[in-house]
């Protein structure tokens, strides 16, 4: 019975669980805290960079086309309707480089931001999709945006460097 509920808690569920154990004992809490502390140093940008590569692929025009244009609301130009597809698939993304750097945990925010520039660019150069032509110049500047972003975080100059060095290498077309 008891591997049948913990498996079928939801994610909220299991949250709250931790949190009630967490407040009920300091050295649980301390175990929950070095475990997500671990999880959370688990950054692979090879793997941020697929993600964010597939996801942008996944666009499809078709819904682009279905929601820009003239509606019951207004007019939304096709140029709109795609930062805002694209902003939306880039979110998650990019509030993971913000919690990473909320945190204090620098190395991993620069490994995500790099992971979500490296995506945004390979999509650019090597994608095929048809809603890629419709959005010419908008990967380019979510790009610019998250960079910036991050580099006004970034207190560490060894961190600079290290993102300077990464762009000039996978990002060379876009390197500042």
Not at 5 to 26: F, G, H
Not at 119 to 140: C, L, M, N, Q
Not at 143 to 160: H, K, M, P, V, Y
Request: proline fraction near 2%; hydrophobic fraction near 35%.
């Amino acid at each position: 019975m008891k591997d049948k509920i913990l498996n079928k808690v939801s994610p909220e569920q299991a949250l709250a669980i931790l949190k009630r154990l967490a407040e009920k004992d300091s050295d649980i809490a301390q175990q929950i805290e070095a475990e997500a502390e671990q999880l959370l140093k688990e950054v692979d940008l090879e793997d941020i960079c697929e993600d964010v590569y597939s996801a942008l692929d996944g666009i499809e025009v078709e819904e682009l086309w279905d929601r820009s244009g003239s509606s019951r609301y207004g007019y939304s130009s096709t140029e709109d309707v795609a930062l805002e597809m694209i902003e939306q698939e880039l979110e998650p993304y990019n509030e993971e480089v913000r919690r990473y750097l909320e945190l204090g945990m620098t190395k991993e925010a620069k490994l995500c931001c790099m992971g979500v520039l490296k995506g945004i660019y390979r999509h650019v150069k090597e994608s095929e999709s048809e809603f890629k032509d419709w959005a010419t110049d908008i990967p380019e500047e979510c790009f610019g945006d998250l960079l910036t972003q991050w580099t006004e975080s970034a207190r560490n100059e060894d961190d600079i460097s290290d993102m300077n060095r990464f762009l000039d290498k996978e990002c060379c077309d876009w390197a500042r």
